[in-house]
């Protein structure tokens, strides 16, 4: 019985104990990131390449939200890159190869209850720029304009673990770059 009660006593005490905080007001973050699922939409027969991403965040303010959860809201930059190429089957040589640049500023509200995860959810604003090259003899066959741009927004969720105090493994899920992002932080403070 006195066994069962000691027991019992360390689990309720590292229950009700408060986690120091993974992402807290002042911290930042540098982000790493390879995607999966091009949202940069070039038309049909297309084989895209991985995204690559990288952002910044900055955590700007701390909001109260009970007895251990605190939510942190974060503002940043982000600069990220997409391909694909469409090979022209009934010619051998000839191939178009389409890039797209995005670059936004995004925020993000993490919900703060671990010491090690940070699960978040964010918006990002920004625009893209998209290019071509065509590779082959003669004209291109299409219509398409090889460099245009525009705006570029989306939503997703994410979550990081951290398996240090300042580096972590990230994934991302929504309408980014790619449908699904996954990477490395490094946490600066």
């Known amino acids: 019985m006195k066994k069962l009660f000691f027991v019992t006593a360390i689990f309720l005490a590292i229950a009700t104990t408060s986690f120091p905080q993974v992402f807290e007001k002042g911290s930042q973050a540098i982000n790493l990131g390879i995607g999966f699922g091009n949202t940069a939409y070039f038309g049909g027969g ?14 700007i303010v701390e909001v109260p939200m009970g007895s251990d959860l605190t939510g942190v809201v974060s503002v940043g930059g982000y600069f990220g890159w997409a391909g694909s190429k469409y090979a022209y089957d009934y010619w051998d040589d000839l191939s178009y190869h389409y890039n ?3 670059f936004a500023a995004r925020g993000n509200f993490h919900f703060i209850f671990h010491d090690k995860l940070d699960p978040y959810a964010g918006v990002w604003l920004g625009g893209k720029v998209l290019t071509g090259t065509w590779t082959g003899s003669g004209e291109h066959p299409d219509d398409w304009n090889a460099a245009s741009g525009g705006f570029a927004g989306g939503v997703y969720v994410g979550c990081r673990y951290f398996f240090s105090d300042q580096w972590a493994v990230y994934s991302e899920l929504g ?15």
């Open 175 to 189: 309408y980014l770059i790619s449908v699904f992002n996954v990477g490395v932080t490094y946490k600066i403070k």
């Open 46 to 59: 297309y084989s895209f390449f991985p995204s690559i991403s990288a952002s910044y965040e900055y955590a």
């Open 100 to 102: 797209a640049v995005y």
